[in-house]
């Protein structure tokens, strides 16, 4: 069973910095992509950042140059560098992994972990 598990969030000041962390446990035949997603009340849940194998990243417009994301592929986990926080982050942070279970698995299923809150005030 794969299992997602985030660390990190809490209270932050404009212009802060926070570290998310995400530990995944858990076999998995081959990961595609991992990622950060955020959602506040009322709204749907949106991509922040994303990682391929290849390291390939992408970025949601309203935190890109602000936010890193980096991956650690020996303690299989990946982390989210927010910078210079806004008010506008305060959400609940979500983080994914895109992944096939087994050998000969057609379809990529999406796993995710529980959140974690980021608030972002003084």
């Known amino acids: 069973q794969v299992r997602l598990v985030e660390s990190g969030g809490g209270l932050v000041q404009p212009g802060g910095s926070l570290r998310l962390s995400c530990a995944v446990s858990g076999s998995l035949f081959s990961i595609e992509a991992m990622g950060w997603y955020r959602q506040v009340p009322g709204k749907e849940r949106e991509m922040i950042a994303t990682?391929?194998?290849?390291?390939?990243?992408n970025y949601a417009a309203s935190v890109q140059d602000r936010f890193t994301i980096s991956k650690d592929n020996v303690k299989n986990a990946v982390y989210l560098q927010t910078n210079s926080a806004k008010p506008e982050d305060t959400a609940v942070y979500y983080c994914?992994?895109?992944?096939?279970?087994?050998?000969?698995?057609?379809?990529?299923?999406?796993?995710w972990g529980q959140g974690t809150q980021v608030t972002v005030s003084s």
């Open positions: 990682i391929t194998g290849q390291h390939t990243t």
């Open positions: 994914n992994v895109k992944g096939r279970p087994s050998f000969g698995d057609i379809n990529v299923i999406n796993y």
